[in-house]
């Protein structure tokens, strides 16, 4: 499997507000080290999950890889060219093929332009010649599985289901190999959120696209990605196949975030608790492992000395002293 | 058995909008006793959050209730007058809101706001009153609570305000706790903490518990019985065993297959739904879920009854037998 996009040790720092009281603390951060030294592949028609709770800079690594918040170290190669640069020029190539479906997918619309409109901007932003734009319209509106007259609505007229499929027409409007999935299903009902899943996998296989998913969901990247890529402040913690990381997660993180899920079944309930403790700030990041203060098999070394993200020979990779067996 | 604390009989709302009424709720009936915990489960517009206000006579200014009433203990909540509603709502009945933020007033400390939500606790002191709200906070696990008394909501995590939320719901000793999508808004590993300590409280309070939530894991983690509302209506009632196990209506055994935490083998194509809830504005005159139903034949053209399989399972759908 040749990779469509290599991130090679990017990081992303973001600095702080520095005042004269600081002169006296020298000791202060003043970086917000949001992303650190993340190096990851995306195969050829491969789906990629990126797991982690809030604060976890699974969004930024998303942007960082389309150029919407400068890096501040580390290389992005996508379709084996490299990104020189932190321009906006200098992503602007790699955003025709590679899209980014957002979030909030109402808010990632503007309330004033029709559906219709919508659809069509991409091609007017990266200066697309566009033939007919009611049967461009249309035809992306077929793609998601929306009725034509739906070029005539606006935004505030759709449900959450169906703005997520108008997000997910305009990411494949110029036709990308590469699309960028941020939470696609959150805020929507179960039985809205299979269908939008299908959809993709569906689209997935009709256009050759790869996937990278970004979600605080199991349930739902267990049933959609090949690969699960684990992070915690900020870094990657556990790397690997779908199935081997639920099956038998290395890092006590990855362990714990599985068995914090709750499960729809009473006969199962959990009477212990998963986890203790809130992911801590990235401001005042614990020493040696940063993992180590939320840990339950947390040793001393934990404490000092930061482990490696060792990859094995299969490609699974775990950034602990003791994962677990 | 005795007479339940709370009890919803033949429940009606409806919302005036510019497009005609919203039959939000329709002849809803409910039960909630004292040590029991309640979940009322559905998808979005099926009208379990309405249920919540309704109970806690919230609802927003635009709803009327059309049939029905509410009986607390000896009160017939609708029946009140704002000022002995307001007493209900400050000591018998607590709600616990999704966004903990919004709970809270960003201007005040925590301590101002958990000594002011006793203020109809009269004969203590503000001494003890503050005493009382670092105890709350003890108990739900908020650590160094004298010093975030001082502190104010923005300078905590989601997880903490959520906790803090619970305990200024329970500040005042209610024996009605409603919570409505209480971890919606939190990360899974906090969510299981907010799980757990909801389960922790249960056992040494005495009053009923009403989770409302869109989760099925929820539901499944902490509740005794469950209601399963579809557009409205409840259409499914049973103890919580039941309800995962033997499922008598349709939309709960597809709502049920729809949930991906169900399927431990990754398939090809993951189960929906298919159509949409209906226009509560304009009902089909049979039952509301035909439409989207995959048994639905002739019979379901005419409105639905609950039917009952066992003293405490009943499902509106005339395939069920009692």
Same mark, same amino acid.
């Given at each position: 499997?040749?990779?469509?996009?290599?991130?090679?040790?990017?990081?992303?720092?973001?600095?702080?507000?520095?005042?004269?009281?600081?002169?006296?603390?020298?000791?202060? =951060?003043?970086?917000?080290?949001?992303?650190?030294?993340?190096?990851? *592949?995306?195969?050829?028609? @491969?789906?990629?999950?990126?797991?982690?709770?809030?604060?976890?800079?699974?969004?930024?690594?998303?942007?960082?890889?389309?150029?919407?918040?400068?890096?501040?170290?580390?290389?992005?190669?996508?379709?084996?060219?490299?990104?020189?640069?932190?321009?906006?020029?200098?992503?602007?190539?790699?955003?025709?093929?590679?899209?980014?479906?957002?979030?909030?997918?109402?808010?990632?619309?503007?309330?004033?332009?029709? /559906?219709?409109?919508?659809?069509?901007?991409?091609?007017?932003?990266?200066? $697309?010649?566009?033939?007919?734009?009611?049967?461009?319209?249309?035809?992306?509106?077929?793609?998601?599985?929306?009725?034509?007259?739906?070029?005539?609505?606006?935004?505030? =007229?759709?449900?959450?289901?169906?703005?997520?499929? !108008?997000?997910?027409?305009?990411?494949?409007?110029?036709?990308?190999?590469?699309?960028?999935?941020?939470?696609?299903?959150?805020?929507?009902?179960?039985?809205?959120?299979?269908?939008?899943?299908?959809?993709?996998?569906?689209?997935?296989? @009709?256009?050759?696209?790869?996937?990278?998913?970004?979600?605080?969901?199991?349930?739902? /990247?267990?049933?959609?990605?090949?690969?699960?890529?684990?992070?915690?402040?900020?870094?990657?913690?556990?790397?690997?196949?779908?199935?081997?990381?639920?099956?038998?997660?290395?890092?006590?993180?990855?362990?714990?975030?599985?068995?914090?899920?709750?499960?729809?079944?009473?006969?199962?309930?959990?009477?212990?608790?998963?986890?203790?403790?809130?992911?801590?700030?990235?401001?005042?990041?614990?020493?040696?492992?940063?993992?180590?203060?939320?840990?339950?098999?947390?040793?001393?070394?934990?404490?000092?000395?930061?482990?490696?993200?060792?990859?094995?020979?299969?490609?699974?990779? /775990?950034?602990?002293?003791?994962?677990?067996? | 058995?005795?007479?339940?604390?709370?009890?919803?009989?033949?429940?009606?709302?409806?919302?005036?909008?510019?497009?005609?009424? !919203?039959?939000?709720?329709?002849?809803?009936?409910?039960?909630?006793?004292?040590? @029991?915990?309640?979940?009322?489960?559905?998808?979005?517009?099926?009208?379990?959050?309405?249920?919540?206000?309704? &109970?806690?006579?919230?609802?927003?200014?635009?709803?009327?209730?059309?049939?029905?009433?509410?009986?607390?203990?000896?009160?017939?909540?609708? #029946?009140?007058?704002?000022?002995?509603?307001?007493?209900?709502?400050?000591?018998?009945?607590?709600?616990?809101?999704?966004?903990?933020?919004?709970?809270?007033?960003?201007?005040?400390? &925590?301590?101002?706001?958990?000594?002011?939500?006793?203020?109809?606790?009269?004969?203590?002191?503000?001494? @003890?009153?503050?005493?009382?709200?670092?105890?709350?906070?003890?108990?739900?696990?908020?650590?160094?609570?004298?010093?975030?008394?001082?502190?104010?909501?923005? $300078?905590?995590?989601?997880?903490?305000?959520?906790?803090?939320?619970?305990?200024?719901?329970?500040?005042?000793?209610?024996?009605?706790?409603?919570?409505?999508?209480?971890?919606?808004?939190?990360?899974?590993?906090?969510?299981?903490?907010?799980?757990?300590?909801?389960?922790?409280?249960? #056992? *040494?309070?005495?009053?009923?518990?009403?989770?409302?939530?869109?989760?099925?894991? !929820?539901?499944? $983690?902490?509740?005794?019985? !469950?209601?399963?509302?579809?557009?409205?209506?409840?259409?499914?009632?049973?103890? &919580?065993?039941?309800?995962?196990?033997?499922?008598?209506?349709?939309?709960?055994?597809?709502?049920?297959?729809?949930?991906?935490? #169900?399927?431990?083998?990754?398939?090809?194509?993951?189960? +929906?739904?298919?159509?949409? &809830?209906? *226009?509560? +504005?304009?009902?089909?005159?049979?039952?509301?879920?035909?439409?989207?139903?995959?048994?639905? *034949?002739?019979?379901?053209?005419?409105?639905?009854?609950?039917?009952? /399989?066992?003293?405490?399972?009943?499902?509106?759908?005339?395939?069920?037998?009692?």
């Amino acid at each position: 499997m040749s990779a469509l996009l290599n991130i090679a040790n990017l990081s992303v720092c973001f600095p702080l507000a520095f005042g004269l009281m600081d002169i006296f603390s020298p000791r202060r =951060e003043r970086h917000l080290r949001v992303l650190e030294d993340v190096s990851l *592949d995306l195969g050829q028609g @491969e789906t990629l999950g990126l797991v982690g709770e809030s604060g976890s800079g699974k969004t930024t690594l998303a942007r960082a890889v389309l150029g919407l918040v400068p890096r501040s170290a580390g290389d992005i190669a996508f379709d084996g060219e490299m990104i020189v640069g932190r321009s906006e020029g200098a992503f602007r190539t790699m955003r025709r093929k590679a899209a980014m479906m957002f979030q909030d997918p109402v808010a990632s619309l503007s309330p004033r332009l029709k /559906v219709g409109t919508l659809l069509v901007e991409p091609f007017i932003i990266h200066g $697309e010649p566009v033939a007919s734009r009611r049967e461009t319209a249309e035809r992306l509106l077929a793609l998601v599985g929306l009725p034509a007259a739906f070029a005539e609505r606006y935004p505030h =007229e759709l449900s959450g289901g169906q703005a997520r499929r !108008v997000g997910v027409a305009r990411a494949l409007a110029l036709n990308p190999r590469m699309v960028l999935a941020d939470e696609p299903t959150a805020g929507l009902d179960v039985s809205v959120q299979g269908d939008i899943l299908n959809l993709m996998t569906r689209l997935k296989g @009709e256009f050759g696209l790869s996937y990278i998913v970004v979600t605080h969901d199991l349930a739902l /990247v267990r049933h959609v990605s090949d690969r699960l890529a684990i992070m915690y402040l900020g870094r990657l913690v556990e790397l690997g196949p779908t199935a081997d990381v639920f099956r038998a997660p290395r890092h006590p993180y990855t362990r714990a975030l599985l068995d914090a899920e709750p499960i729809p079944d009473p006969r199962r309930r959990r009477e212990d608790l998963a986890i203790e403790g809130e992911i801590p700030s990235i401001l005042n990041r614990p020493s040696g492992c940063e993992f180590h203060t939320r840990c339950r098999f947390a040793r001393e070394s934990c404490r000092n000395e930061a482990p490696d993200f060792t990859q094995d020979a299969s490609g699974s990779a /775990v950034r602990c002293h003791y994962p677990l067996e | 058995m005795t007479d339940p604390l709370l009890s919803v009989q033949g429940l009606s709302v409806n919302f005036r909008t510019p497009h005609g009424f !919203v039959h939000a709720l329709r002849n809803v009936d409910m039960q909630a006793s004292a040590g @029991e915990v309640i979940g009322i489960v559905g998808e979005s517009g099926c009208g379990k959050s309405t249920l919540a206000s309704a &109970i806690a006579n919230l609802l927003p200014g635009n709803a009327g209730i059309a049939a029905g009433r509410i009986r607390f203990r000896d009160n017939d909540v609708l #029946r009140l007058d704002a000022d002995a509603q307001r007493r209900l709502r400050g000591r018998e009945i607590a709600m616990v809101f999704q966004d903990p933020m919004t709970a809270f007033s960003p201007v005040l400390t &925590i301590g101002q706001q958990l000594i002011e939500f006793q203020h109809q606790m009269t004969g203590i002191g503000k001494a @003890e009153k503050r005493q009382r709200a670092e105890a709350m906070l003890v108990r739900v696990g908020i650590s160094d609570a004298r010093l975030r008394l001082d502190g104010f909501p923005h $300078e905590m995590s989601g997880g903490m305000r959520q906790r803090v939320a619970i305990a200024a719901a329970l500040l005042m000793n209610p024996s009605l706790l409603i919570a409505d999508e209480p971890t919606t808004a939190l990360d899974v590993t906090l969510e299981a903490q907010i799980i757990h300590l909801l389960r922790a409280l249960r #056992r *040494d309070y005495n009053g009923a518990i009403v989770i409302v939530s869109h989760q099925l894991g !929820v539901i499944a $983690e902490l509740c005794d019985r !469950v209601y399963v509302m579809y557009a409205g209506e409840v259409v499914e009632l049973a103890p &919580i065993d039941d309800i995962f196990h033997r499922p008598r209506h349709p939309y709960t055994q597809a709502l049920l297959d729809c949930d991906p935490a #169900r399927l431990n083998q990754r398939g090809a194509v993951l189960p +929906t739904i298919a159509g949409e &809830i209906p *226009d509560l +504005t304009a009902l089909p005159d049979g039952c509301v879920f035909a439409p989207r139903c995959s048994f639905a *034949d002739d019979r379901c053209r005419v409105p639905q009854v609950l039917t009952y /399989v066992s003293d405490a399972h009943a499902a509106r759908c005339h395939r069920v037998q009692p």
